[in-house]
């Protein structure tokens, strides 16, 4: 089979697409034929050798995917061969044509939703479901500030918030992902590029502020973020690439909070997964794919998701 394959940390030119020996599953492994692969920016990190938690080299990249289960151990009664899955993790990697996986790995995708949309859930929707409801305990009538919405988990907590019964301020940087953003259930827009622009979520709830924020890039914006909390208000930060200075006293004031949102536990992340497939089901939850590229141009896939101006996710087709 074909796979990304990274022998030493570094650039993306660091990846290579190599012929490796096809997979087999151990008894209590399940075998997925790989359609898509999800992009992630933990997934640079690991590469570039800066992630807390370095794989052995060398190793294929991914973290998810979706595909059809291609063979099962022999332990393995839960899933039958020929079934569409979508995954939460691997053991191999999943920038390839194959993955193997535990069986609690493997989630069942629903017809209606392709290989590529598959390969945009997990991640995206298990962080944002993670910080809106088992850091931030978002509540029906609250308000959200998704604070840089247009890629996968900005999307997915537009989704989330609206189908919880929040109202949804969302930032963007381009036109087109404004118009995504409202099209998927924010209720007001604003452009994350102009001077001043959390002024306008103080504006927008009548001087009191956001309930809670969720930031993409804390390192830039959580400093303006505190002074547009309301009371009690809490910052979730998913993403930061650096060092940010804070006041303590608008955090003080407003007696709020400001929490990271990194790991789940085994118990959180079965819940997180029964809440997104069940969204998936009934179709409040749409993953968008904004993106697809042949897995070859993993390297290129790397940059772009680097870049500002995200729209939906980027996918690798094997």
């Known amino acids: 089979m074909k796979a990304i394959r990274v022998h030493e940390f570094g650039s993306p030119e660091v990846m290579r697409l190599e012929e490796v020996p096809d997979l087999r599953p151990g008894a209590d492994q399940v075998l997925v034929s790989v359609k898509a692969a999800g992009v992630n920016p933990a997934d640079t990190y690991v590469r570039s050798g800066t992630y807390a938690l370095k794989p052995s080299l060398p190793y294929t990249p991914g973290m998810e995917g979706a595909g059809l289960v291609e063979k099962i151990g022999e332990n393995i009664k839960q899933i039958t061969i020929g ?55 978002a509540a029906p009538g609250e308000t959200v500030l998704i604070h840089g919405a247009t890629g996968g988990v900005g999307i997915a907590a537009v989704q989330l918030s609206k189908a919880g019964g929040m109202l949804v301020i969302g930032s963007g940087g381009s036109e087109k992902g404004r118009k995504l953003l409202l099209n998927e259930g924010a209720a007001f827009v604003i452009d994350h590029q102009s001077p001043g622009h959390l002024d306008q979520v103080l504006a927008l709830t009548n001087g009191q502020g956001a309930d809670v924020i969720l930031e993409m890039l804390a390192n830039v914006n959580l400093g303006l973020d505190l002074k547009a909390l309301a009371k009690g208000g809490r910052v979730l930060i998913i993403g930061s690439r ?35 497939l069940a969204g998936l089901e009934n179709r409040s939850l749409r993953p968008i794919v904004g993106k697809e590229m042949p897995l070859k141009e993993a390297p290129r896939s790397h940059k772009e998701i680097m870049q500002s101006g995200a729209y939906g996710k980027i996918v690798l087709v094997p």
Do not use: W
């Not at 997990?122 to 910080?131: C, K, N, P």
């Open 83 to 137: 079934t569409r899955v979508y995954l939460s993790g691997s053991i191999t990697g999943t920038y390839a044509e194959q993955a193997l996986c535990n069986v609690d790995q493997v989630h069942p995708l629903p017809d209606h939703l392709s290989f590529s949309q598959g390969a945009a859930v997990s991640v995206a929707y298990t962080t944002a479901y993670r910080a809106l409801f088992q850091r931030g305990h």
């Open 242 to 276: 650096g060092k940010v200075e804070v006041d303590p006293r608008d955090l003080m004031s407003r007696e709020a909070a400001v929490l990271g949102v990194y790991t789940m536990t085994k118990e959180g992340k079965k819940s997180a997964q029964c809440a997104i």
